[in-house]
């Protein structure tokens, strides 16, 4: 296991996960160097957006419309809930480009995250480490 600092959230890797490079796009760690399991990415929005988040009663009903701006797929089904950092809104994508499509946006008091999850299997156990990576995330 790794921890490893992001902007604003720390999070722990399991065993053989890693960060691949991204130059100019999100952070992103993968189960296996090659990336065919999955691919899980993160970034934190502008200082500027967090009021407009915080003010959001329902984080999955945004979840779900920002993946459907992202083109993922109009079919998606959706939660809401506390995580370690605050509260999060899930949205889960079908149909689209890939068989797993997740989104996630957490909210701690200081921050708002977009994390993202792509892959062959939506019921895999690189999947299942994602939601436990993302919803384990702590501030620093």
């Known amino acids: 296991m790794a921890t490893i600092a992001l902007d604003g959230a720390s999070i722990t890797l399991p065993g053989?996960?890693?960060?691949?490079?991204?130059?100019?796009?999100?952070?992103?760690?993968?189960?296996?160097?090659?990336?065919?399991?999955?691919?899980?990415?993160?970034?934190?929005?502008?200082?500027?957006?967090?009021?407009?988040?915080?003010?959001?009663?329902?984080?999955?009903?945004?979840?779900?419309?920002?993946?459907?701006?992202?083109?993922?797929?109009?079919?998606?089904?959706?939660?809401?809930?506390?995580?370690?950092m605050g509260r999060y809104g899930f949205a889960m994508f079908r149909g689209g480009k890939f068989p797993a499509m997740f989104l996630w946006l957490v909210l701690s008091r200081d921050a708002a995250h977009l994390w993202t999850w792509l892959g062959p299997d939506p019921t895999s156990p690189d999947a299942q480490a994602a939601v436990t990576i993302v919803l384990g995330a702590r501030e620093p």
């Open 16 to 84: 053989g996960w890693v960060e691949h490079p991204n130059p100019g796009g999100p952070r992103e760690f993968r189960a296996s160097a090659s990336g065919d399991t999955g691919v899980l990415q993160f970034s934190q929005f502008p200082d500027d957006q967090l009021g407009w988040f915080t003010v959001q009663p329902d984080l999955a009903v945004v979840a779900v419309d920002l993946g459907k701006r992202m083109l993922f797929s109009d079919d998606a089904a959706s939660k809401a809930g506390a995580c370690n």
